[in-house]
């Protein structure tokens, strides 16, 4: 396989997707490099990740700071040679009608699910361009894709970035960069936990997540398989999602 010694540095790496994906690309022989703020799950990760014989490290990382994300491409650099794929995980939702006009909710989607991705790319992309290749796999959502009520302003981000990777991947069609947007259904993640103010109607979101959701390595096994083909294969979309949503 063509993940076996790849460096990949991942967002969001201290649960659900993010943790997932670490486990399973060191299970397969990349080297990873997590970043999150949860430092403490970081490290116990790093810990489990070594344990198993796997190679790992940790940096603490908020998306909405772009020293962060520096820092997260300077530590797989520095310490493994290269990085040769980042994994652009990290993202919130606050769940409600436009007309609530939750801007403090909006700001936070915007910072993180929007301008963190551009922080991570704004980071990468010199080391990608200095090496000659690199993969930008960019965790967006099914959201995106079916606009609900309640989600206008939170598939907005998703689909932002959508239009950001293609737009990016237009530019870079010299054969060194590959763009994906991978876009996961239900999930069972922390994601819905903050999402929903009201308790009566996130415990009902959370029972039906825990009920219909994939477990979060399906969504690692996608990651996988796109980082896992031929440098002159690019899979630019992957949709993930429960056989049952509708």
Same mark, same amino acid.
Do not use: C
């Given at each position: 396989m063509t993940i076996r010694g790849k460096v990949v540095a991942i967002t969001g790496a201290s649960s659900g997707i993010g943790e997932a994906t670490a486990r399973h690309l060191a299970d397969l022989g990349a080297v990873v490099v997590l970043g999150a703020r949860r430092t403490d799950r970081l490290d116990r990760l790093v810990t489990e990740i070594e344990a198993?014989? +796997?190679?790992?490290?940790?940096?603490? @990382?908020?998306?909405? $700071?772009?020293?962060?994300?520096?820092?997260?491409?300077? *530590?797989?650099?520095?310490?493994?040679g290269r990085l040769d794929v980042l994994v652009g995980?990290? +993202?919130?939702?606050?769940?409600?009608? @436009?007309?609530?006009? $939750?801007?403090?909710?909006?700001?936070?989607?915007?910072? *993180?699910?929007?301008?963190?991705?551009?922080?991570?790319?704004?980071?990468?992309?010199?080391?990608?361009r200095r090496q000659g290749s690199g993969h930008l796999v960019t965790v967006v959502s099914t959201s995106g894709l079916k606009i609900v009520p309640t989600q206008?302003?939170?598939?907005?981000?998703?689909?932002?970035?959508?239009?950001l990777l293609e737009g990016l991947r237009q530019e870079s069609t010299d054969g060194t960069l590959r763009t994906t947007s991978i876009s996961p259904g239900y999930v069972r993640t922390e994601l819905i936990d903050n999402a929903v103010d009201d308790p009566t109607a996130r415990a009902q979101a959370q029972q039906h997540m825990a009920t219909l959701g994939l477990d979060p390595l399906s969504v690692a096994r996608a990651i996988a398989f796109t980082i896992d083909q031929p440098d002159d294969v690019e899979i630019g979309d992957l949709t993930i999602r429960p056989t049952r949503q509708g």
């Open positions: 198993a014989g +796997g190679q790992a490290a940790a940096v603490r @990382v908020d998306v909405t $700071d772009p020293e962060d994300l520096r820092s997260l491409v300077t *530590v797989a650099v520095e310490r493994f995980n990290a +993202g919130v939702s606050s769940i409600s009608p @436009v007309a609530d006009l $939750d801007t403090k909710g909006w700001s936070a989607m915007i910072d *993180v699910n929007l301008k963190g991705i551009l922080h991570g790319i704004a980071a990468a992309l010199p080391v990608f206008a302003v939170y598939a907005g981000t998703k689909n932002a970035v959508r239009t």
